[in-house]
């Protein structure tokens, strides 16, 4: 994957992504907010932030969430950044943290 061809699908996959998550925020306690290029979700209680961005120079997409790192790679076949271990695309990986963090269903 070239340079730009990492940037458009990161831009894309984080912008859906911001997209979902400002929907849901809608139905459930917490905010999410873009800047620069990253999506951060903050929650009140229990207090908590989630950040997920580019990282270009490893054409990953990076999640940090429950004091822990996730790294994202393209996946060619499914047209998706997904968490290699698990399997999890970024929306699901995303909606699973959230809905630990908030003790509720969340989905998009």
């Known amino acids: ?5 990492f940037q ?3 831009i894309s996959a984080i912008e859906s992504l911001s997209k979902k998550i400002g929907e849901a ?3 459930h306690e917490f905010e999410s907010d873009m800047n620069g ?3 951060a979700v903050e929650f009140e209680e229990p207090k908590a932030k ?3 961005s580019p ?8 999640v ?5 790192s996730f790294k994202l790679d393209w996946d060619e ?5 997904v968490h290699p271990e698990s399997g999890l695309s970024l929306d699901a990986l995303m909606a699973d943290a959230i809905s630990k963090q908030i003790g509720e269903t969340v989905q998009f």
């Open 25 to 27: 925020s809608d139905r």
């Open 64 to 68: 940090s969430a429950h004091s822990r």
């Open 37 to 39: 290029g990253a999506l």
């Open 77 to 81: 076949a499914r047209q998706l950044f």
């Open 1 to 5: 994957m070239t340079d730009q061809e």
């Open 55 to 62: 990282n270009s120079p490893v054409r990953q997409i990076w």
């Open 50 to 52: 989630f950040v997920v």
């Open 8 to 10: 458009d699908r990161s």
